[in-house]
């Protein structure tokens, strides 16, 4: 797979457009990033959840791996362009477009009010 055939696969999801995140292009559902291409366009990631992390990296160790730390734990998966297939890649962005749509159409979270009251004497 190259770098444009990843690309073309994620603007083919429903409300997929293209961005720029820290110098690599992006690719986003609502707003919300679900893919992006890193530099040198060897590698991608897509955003699944852990536990469709765990089955895509099972399936195919060498295409699919999770992304160093705290994101690659919540299951942000590196994706090796060269051996990916075009259906796995498919399906895997169908699913992490699909998490981040509903995740984005979810109500934001009221936030507790930080201001505090300076007493007075």
Do not use: Y
């Not at 083919?12 to 609502?30: Q, V």
């Not at 895509?56 to 919540?74: E, H, L």
């Amino acid at each position: 797979m190259t770098a444009n055939e990843f690309r073309r696969i994620a603007l083919k999801m429903k409300d997929a457009s293209e961005g720029a995140h820290m110098g690599h292009p992006d690719f986003r559902a609502n707003g919300k990033i679900f893919a992006t291409l890193h530099a040198g366009d060897v590698t991608g990631m897509i955003k699944l959840t852990p536990e469709q992390q765990q089955d895509f990296v099972a399936a195919d160790p060498a295409t699919f791996s999770p992304v160093n730390g705290a994101w690659g734990r919540q299951g942000c998966t590196l994706v090796r362009l060269e051996p990916a297939d075009e259906d796995q890649i498919g399906e895997a962005m169908t699913l992490a477009c699909q998490e981040t749509a509903r995740l984005a159409a979810l109500p934001k979270k009221k936030r507790a009010s930080k201001t505090t009251k300076k007493s007075r004497s």
